[in-house]
Each structure stands twice: as structure tokens, then as C-alpha cells.
């Protein structure tokens, strides 16, 4: 098991975080355990996207593992999406379904929002619908 990890933000920013087993959060806030307390949002806004207040709570009270790891995965998985120009992408990764709406600002820029989170127990029986496409990370 990795004692630390150094995760540097596009900033070139460097933060220790250690991670816990199977990468969970400590349960307070979505925050990742670690030295700086830092956030599963807040990682996620150093790469440009946003979690909702419902993904955030939905993070919390089904008790979804969270790491450093996830938020590069995710980026990347969203980053593939986007080029393909998805609009309403399902990320699966692990045992977690992310919905994520991708728009294009008027300003040329993206704007990229995790808008639910769905644990492994939950995508037995849902069905998704207004999506464009699916990214397996």
C-alpha cells in the first residue's frame, strides 16, 4: 500500500494525501483523508469540473469511495466523452455510475458537472435515459 501521494494541480500546486483503504473517504464532506483535508469537489474543481450539491450528498450517503486516483480516471473518461462531443455522458468506473452533463460556453469554454453519482447496489435496477453516450474508465 502507497503511505502518501503527491498530487500536483494544473497550477503545479503540490498537496500530500494518504490514502485509506480501497481509497474511501473519511465520511465528513466527501474529503479524502489526508493531510489539507482536501475534497473529492475540490480536486475535481482543480481539473475544471464541478460536482453538484447532489452529487456531493449522493457521494456521501451511499458511502462512495473517493481517491486521487478516481478524480484522474473520471477527468479522463470526461475528457474523452467531451472529444467525441458527448453532451449527457454515463461514466462507469468500478462499482459507480457518474452522470455528467458537458456543455460548451458561449466563451469557448467547457463546462463539465457531475450531476448524480450511482452506487454499484443502486444500477441493478435503474434505467438511464437523455444520454448520448458511455465512457467505461
Known sequence: MVDKLTVTNSVNTKR???PVSGGASD???GQIQGTGSTSFAELLKEKGI???NHANTRIQSRNIPTSTENVSRLQSAID???AKGA???LVLMDNTAYLVALKNLPDGKA???VVTVISKDELQ???FTSI???VIA
Open 16 to 18: 500530500q494525501i494518504t
Open 27 to 29: 465520511g465528513k464532506s
Open 50 to 52: 464541478q460536482l453538484s
Open 80 to 82: 474523452k466523452a467531451s
Open 87 to 89: 453532451k449527457e455522458c
Open 111 to 113: 463546462s463539465q458537472t
Open 125 to 127: 435496477q435503474r434505467i
Open 132 to 134: 448520448d453516450s458511455v
